[in-house]
């Protein structure tokens, strides 16, 4: 529950425009909150506060530190160039994330925004060889048979004229990709997880919020950035996660209640690769509106 501490409030009144909720009103002693029920605990008031007079019955007041000041911030091209250093890592040394990076990982994920503050995100690290090689198998096997589904599907359209299912047109040509990776994987290579040692599944309860698919991609950007600063890499896995949402028994090893949903997931470990240079990208799509520049 919300309150406002009467003794410490000056009436300075910088809480009332940034409530969310537009709860907070100017009394006569203090801030007065007019509907506490309707506080999403966002803490936007509390972060203004220069007297600490919001309270939060729910929340850890150590975690409200003061922000950095304006110039222990990183110069704006010095983060482009950090965001742009980032890779997608496929080639990992046969080594083991500590614990302690992999909890500031998930650190990082958790003060992540997200819709309305409901902080729906849930995680699940999946860590050792025996349980990644069975999931990676099971994940395997999902995604080839689908890929007979769609190649079946595709024949029947272009035979019999029958309907796509709609689903298989955005995966239409993955097929030969993901029997090329059974293959492979019988060879003993990994094209799903790439021998990485640590596997984190990004995951909310099925109807939990209307913004689940961009609350996890934003948490899982915190996160894979986090990485980065621990000198470890990562791959977001979009195949496992296709796998995953077709198949009882690969949830069951990933431990993947059925009220929950993946979202995103993504292996983590050391680089057995060293980057040299950023790369270029297409030029953005970008259309101006309003005053013009």
């Known amino acids: 529950m919300i309150s406002i501490d009467e003794e410490r409030c000056t009436l300075c009144g910088l809480c009332v425009p940034v409530c969310v909720r537009r709860i907070l009103e100017e009394g006569d002693k203090g801030v007065v909150v007019t509907d506490p029920e309707l506080c999403i605990f966002c803490g936007h008031c509390r972060a203004v506060c220069p007297t600490n007079a919001p309270g939060f019955s729910q929340l850890d007041e150590n975690e409200f530190e003061p922000v950095l000041s304006g110039d222990k911030l990183l110069d704006p091209s010095e983060f482009l160039r950090f965001l742009r250093r980032r890779r997608s890592t496929r080639v990992y040394k046969k080594k083991p994330v500590e614990i302690e990076k992999l909890r500031m990982i998930l650190e990082a994920g958790r003060f992540a925004p997200t819709g309305g503050n409901r902080q729906p995100c849930e995680y699940i690290v999946v860590r050792g060889r025996e349980l990644l090689d069975q999931a990676r198998t099971l994940a395997i096997q999902i995604l080839q048979g689908l890929g007979e589904s769609v190649k079946e599907a595709f024949h029947r359209h272009d035979e019999l004229k029958e309907p796509l299912p709609e689903e298989f047109i955005p995966i239409q040509n993955y097929p030969p990709v993901w029997e090329r990776m059974a293959k492979k994987w019988e060879e003993g290579m990994d094209l799903l ?46 195949f496992l996660v296709t796998a995953i949402k077709r198949s009882e028994d690969l949830r069951k090893v990933l431990k993947i209640s059925d009220d929950h949903q993946v979202h995103v997931t993504f292996t983590v470990g050391y680089p057995d690769v060293e980057f040299l240079r950023v790369v270029a990208r297409n030029p953005a799509k970008v259309e101006w509106l309003g005053d013009s520049a």
């Open 193 to 238: 997880l790439y021998h990485a040692p640590a596997l984190i599944l990004i995951q909310t309860t099925r109807g939990a919020t209307t913004s689940a698919d961009v609350d996890a991609a934003l948490s899982a950007m915190h996160m894979v950035l986090m990485a980065e600063t621990l000198g470890l890499g990562t791959c977001l896995n979009g």
